[in-house]
Protein backbone atom coordinates (compact mmCIF):
# COMPACT_ATOMS: atom_id res chain seq x y z
CA UNK A 1 0.00 0.00 0.00
CA UNK A 2 0.79 3.17 -1.24
CA UNK A 3 1.40 4.57 2.09
CA UNK A 4 5.26 6.39 1.86
CA UNK A 5 7.39 5.95 5.53
CA UNK A 6 4.49 7.48 7.62
CA UNK A 7 1.39 5.92 8.67
CA UNK A 8 -1.98 7.38 6.71
CA UNK A 9 -4.33 4.91 8.36
CA UNK A 10 -4.82 4.61 12.33
CA UNK A 11 -2.16 2.67 13.73
CA UNK A 12 -3.80 -0.28 15.67
CA UNK A 13 -3.73 -0.38 19.48
CA UNK A 14 -2.41 -3.41 21.88
CA UNK A 15 -5.46 -2.91 23.89
CA UNK A 16 -7.43 -4.47 20.76
CA UNK A 17 -4.74 -6.81 19.66
CA UNK A 18 -5.02 -9.23 22.22
CA UNK A 19 -8.95 -9.86 22.10
CA UNK A 20 -8.40 -10.30 18.26
CA UNK A 21 -6.28 -13.10 18.14
CA UNK A 22 -6.64 -15.47 21.13
CA UNK A 23 -6.12 -19.30 20.70
CA UNK A 24 -9.20 -21.04 19.27
CA UNK A 25 -10.63 -23.85 21.76
CA UNK A 26 -7.94 -27.11 20.93
CA UNK A 27 -5.87 -24.89 18.80
CA UNK A 28 -1.79 -25.28 18.52
CA UNK A 29 -0.71 -23.41 21.85
CA UNK A 30 2.92 -24.89 22.02
CA UNK A 31 5.88 -26.42 20.31
CA UNK A 32 5.01 -30.24 19.00
CA UNK A 33 1.81 -29.63 18.30
CA UNK A 34 1.88 -29.11 14.65
CA UNK A 35 2.90 -25.75 12.87
CA UNK A 36 0.38 -23.83 12.28
CA UNK A 37 -0.66 -20.07 11.07
CA UNK A 38 -2.63 -17.32 12.58
CA UNK A 39 -3.85 -14.31 10.02
CA UNK A 40 -4.66 -11.05 12.33
CA UNK A 41 -5.90 -8.83 9.32
CA UNK A 42 -4.13 -6.38 6.46
CA UNK A 43 -1.11 -8.14 5.46
CA UNK A 44 -0.08 -9.65 9.41
CA UNK A 45 0.53 -13.59 9.96
CA UNK A 46 2.09 -15.35 12.64
CA UNK A 47 3.45 -18.95 12.01
CA UNK A 48 4.61 -21.34 14.48
CA UNK A 49 6.81 -24.31 13.56
CA UNK A 50 6.02 -28.04 14.47
CA UNK A 51 9.09 -26.94 17.22
CA UNK A 52 7.94 -23.82 18.29
CA UNK A 53 10.12 -21.38 15.88
CA UNK A 54 8.22 -18.08 16.00
CA UNK A 55 7.22 -15.56 12.89
CA UNK A 56 5.47 -12.66 12.63
CA UNK A 57 5.31 -10.88 8.68
CA UNK A 58 4.43 -7.79 8.24
CA UNK A 59 3.39 -7.14 11.88
CA UNK A 60 0.27 -3.82 12.22
CA UNK A 61 -2.95 -5.43 12.02
CA UNK A 62 -4.49 -6.08 15.71
CA UNK A 63 -3.59 -9.37 17.54
CA UNK A 64 -1.80 -11.06 20.25
CA UNK A 65 1.86 -10.32 19.85
CA UNK A 66 3.12 -11.30 23.14
CA UNK A 67 4.46 -14.50 21.83
CA UNK A 68 8.05 -13.78 21.59
CA UNK A 69 9.78 -13.80 17.98
CA UNK A 70 12.44 -15.86 16.76
CA UNK A 71 12.03 -14.13 13.12
CA UNK A 72 10.30 -10.95 12.03
CA UNK A 73 9.51 -10.17 8.62
CA UNK A 74 8.56 -6.97 6.49
CA UNK A 75 8.46 -6.97 3.06
CA UNK A 76 8.37 -3.58 2.73
CA UNK A 77 8.49 0.05 4.56
CA UNK A 78 4.98 0.95 4.42
CA UNK A 79 3.47 1.88 8.04
CA UNK A 80 0.90 -1.26 7.64
CA UNK A 81 3.24 -3.43 7.10
CA UNK A 82 6.70 -2.61 9.41
CA UNK A 83 4.89 -2.00 12.89
CA UNK A 84 7.90 -4.37 14.90
CA UNK A 85 7.55 -2.27 17.68
CA UNK A 86 4.30 -4.20 18.32
CA UNK A 87 6.16 -7.87 18.92
CA UNK A 88 7.17 -9.42 21.82
CA UNK A 89 11.10 -10.70 21.18
CA UNK A 90 13.63 -13.40 21.93
CA UNK A 91 17.43 -12.52 23.12
CA UNK A 92 18.67 -13.40 19.27
CA UNK A 93 15.44 -12.32 17.72
CA UNK A 94 16.13 -11.36 13.96
CA UNK A 95 14.30 -8.59 12.08
CA UNK A 96 14.94 -9.10 8.30
CA UNK A 97 13.54 -6.39 5.88
CA UNK A 98 14.52 -4.26 2.56
CA UNK A 99 16.98 -1.94 3.39
CA UNK A 100 15.12 1.50 4.46
CA UNK A 101 12.10 -0.43 5.44
CA UNK A 102 12.54 -0.25 9.30
CA UNK A 103 14.41 1.80 11.09
CA UNK A 104 15.04 -0.38 14.08
CA UNK A 105 18.93 -0.72 14.56
CA UNK A 106 20.14 -4.26 13.52
CA UNK A 107 18.14 -5.37 11.29
CA UNK A 108 19.13 -6.81 8.86
CA UNK A 109 18.60 -6.44 5.19
CA UNK A 110 17.90 -8.98 2.31
CA UNK A 111 16.79 -8.17 -1.09
CA UNK A 112 15.12 -9.76 -4.41
CA UNK A 113 17.24 -13.13 -4.95
CA UNK A 114 18.28 -13.13 -1.49
CA UNK A 115 18.33 -16.18 1.32
CA UNK A 116 18.79 -16.47 5.04
CA UNK A 117 18.53 -19.42 7.19
CA UNK A 118 16.71 -19.09 10.58
CA UNK A 119 16.90 -21.80 12.99
CA UNK A 120 14.51 -24.38 11.34
CA UNK A 121 13.56 -22.18 8.67
CA UNK A 122 15.04 -21.26 5.34
CA UNK A 123 14.13 -17.99 3.56
CA UNK A 124 14.07 -16.56 0.32
CA UNK A 125 12.89 -13.52 -1.05
CA UNK A 126 11.37 -13.11 -3.96
CA UNK A 127 10.29 -9.93 -6.21
CA UNK A 128 7.46 -7.92 -5.69
CA UNK A 129 6.30 -4.55 -7.26
CA UNK A 130 3.65 -2.96 -8.87
CA UNK A 131 2.89 1.05 -9.52
CA UNK A 132 2.43 1.66 -5.83
CA UNK A 133 5.54 -0.68 -4.76
CA UNK A 134 8.65 -0.15 -6.51
CA UNK A 135 10.92 -3.45 -6.88
CA UNK A 136 13.87 -2.20 -5.29
CA UNK A 137 11.92 -1.18 -2.40
CA UNK A 138 9.50 -4.39 -1.93
CA UNK A 139 9.85 -8.07 -1.41
CA UNK A 140 7.96 -11.40 -1.07
CA UNK A 141 8.88 -14.12 1.21
CA UNK A 142 9.11 -17.60 0.71
CA UNK A 143 9.50 -19.77 3.65
CA UNK A 144 10.56 -23.46 4.05
CA UNK A 145 9.74 -25.41 7.37
CA UNK A 146 8.56 -28.83 8.64
CA UNK A 147 8.47 -29.77 5.24
CA UNK A 148 5.85 -26.52 4.30
CA UNK A 149 6.64 -23.91 1.47
CA UNK A 150 4.71 -21.28 2.63
CA UNK A 151 4.60 -18.06 -0.02
CA UNK A 152 3.67 -14.24 1.60
CA UNK A 153 3.09 -12.06 -1.44
CA UNK A 154 3.93 -8.87 0.16
CA UNK A 155 2.10 -5.78 -1.77
CA UNK A 156 2.39 -6.43 -5.61
CA UNK A 157 0.79 -7.62 -8.83
CA UNK A 158 1.41 -10.19 -11.29
CA UNK A 159 5.05 -10.60 -12.31
CA UNK A 160 5.77 -12.17 -15.20
CA UNK A 161 8.38 -14.40 -13.13
CA UNK A 162 5.12 -15.90 -10.97
CA UNK A 163 5.08 -18.12 -14.18
CA UNK A 164 8.12 -20.12 -13.47
CA UNK A 165 7.22 -20.77 -9.54
CA UNK A 166 5.42 -24.06 -9.45
CA UNK A 167 9.43 -25.03 -9.33
CA UNK A 168 9.00 -24.40 -5.45
CA UNK A 169 6.23 -26.70 -4.80
CA UNK A 170 4.92 -23.83 -2.88
CA UNK A 171 1.84 -25.05 -0.21
CA UNK A 172 0.66 -22.06 0.64
CA UNK A 173 0.32 -19.11 -0.78
CA UNK A 174 -0.63 -15.90 0.82
CA UNK A 175 -2.13 -13.55 -1.59
CA UNK A 176 -3.32 -9.83 -2.14
CA UNK A 177 -5.93 -8.77 -3.45
CA UNK A 178 -7.29 -5.46 -3.11
CA UNK A 179 -7.41 -4.64 -6.20
CA UNK A 180 -6.71 -0.57 -5.40
CA UNK A 181 -3.05 -0.29 -4.25
CA UNK A 182 -2.29 -3.86 -5.10
CA UNK A 183 -4.22 -6.41 -7.64
CA UNK A 184 -7.82 -7.53 -8.09
CA UNK A 185 -8.95 -11.02 -6.90
CA UNK A 186 -9.20 -12.66 -10.39
CA UNK A 187 -5.20 -11.24 -11.06
CA UNK A 188 -4.32 -12.98 -7.79
CA UNK A 189 -6.32 -16.23 -8.84
CA UNK A 190 -3.41 -16.18 -11.83
CA UNK A 191 -1.18 -15.96 -9.53
CA UNK A 192 -2.24 -18.96 -7.54
CA UNK A 193 -2.57 -20.88 -10.53
CA UNK A 194 0.95 -20.14 -12.35
CA UNK A 195 2.07 -21.40 -8.90
CA UNK A 196 0.27 -24.26 -8.44
CA UNK A 197 -0.27 -23.39 -4.90
CA UNK A 198 -1.91 -26.55 -2.90
CA UNK A 199 -3.57 -24.08 -0.86
CA UNK A 200 -4.23 -20.32 -1.13
CA UNK A 201 -4.91 -17.61 2.14
CA UNK A 202 -6.51 -14.33 0.63
CA UNK A 203 -4.38 -11.26 2.73
CA UNK A 204 -4.63 -7.26 2.26
CA UNK A 205 -8.31 -8.00 0.76
CA UNK A 206 -9.47 -4.38 1.88
CA UNK A 207 -8.33 -0.79 0.63
CA UNK A 208 -8.10 0.44 4.04
CA UNK A 209 -9.46 -1.95 6.17
CA UNK A 210 -8.44 -5.09 7.76
CA UNK A 211 -10.25 -7.64 5.51
CA UNK A 212 -13.04 -7.69 2.31
CA UNK A 213 -14.73 -11.37 2.52
CA UNK A 214 -16.02 -10.30 -0.74
CA UNK A 215 -12.70 -10.10 -2.58
CA UNK A 216 -11.05 -12.87 -0.22
CA UNK A 217 -14.08 -14.88 -1.64
CA UNK A 218 -13.54 -13.81 -5.11
CA UNK A 219 -10.09 -15.29 -5.59
CA UNK A 220 -10.34 -19.16 -7.17
CA UNK A 221 -7.92 -21.42 -6.35
CA UNK A 222 -8.57 -25.54 -6.07
CA UNK A 223 -8.60 -24.91 -2.24
CA UNK A 224 -9.18 -21.42 -0.68
CA UNK A 225 -8.99 -20.79 3.22
CA UNK A 226 -10.32 -18.02 3.70
CA UNK A 227 -9.32 -16.57 7.02
CA UNK A 228 -11.25 -13.88 9.37
CA UNK A 229 -8.60 -11.56 11.07
CA UNK A 230 -7.92 -13.79 14.78
CA UNK A 231 -8.64 -16.94 12.69
CA UNK A 232 -6.04 -19.82 12.57
CA UNK A 233 -5.13 -22.71 10.25
CA UNK A 234 -3.04 -26.01 10.90
CA UNK A 235 -0.37 -25.71 8.14
CA UNK A 236 0.21 -29.01 6.23
CA UNK A 237 2.16 -30.26 2.92
Not at 49 to 67: K, L, M, Q, R
Not at 183 to 212: N, Q, T, W, Y
Not at 216 to 222: E, F, K, N, S
Request: aromatic residues 8%; hydrophobic residues 40%; charged residues 20%.
Amino acid sequence: MNLGKGLSLPLVSLGLAVASAQPAAGSPAQAGAGPELGYFGRATVKVRTAEGFVIYIDPYAPGDYSEPADLILVTHGHGDHNEVRLIARKPGTVILAPEGAVSERGARTISEGGTFDAGPVKVRALPAENRNHSRNECVGYLLSFDGIVLYHSGDTNWLPEMETWSRYHIDWALLCCDGFYNMPPAEASRCAAAMKAAHVIPIHSSKSGLFDEKNARAVTAPSLVVLRPGEKTPLKP
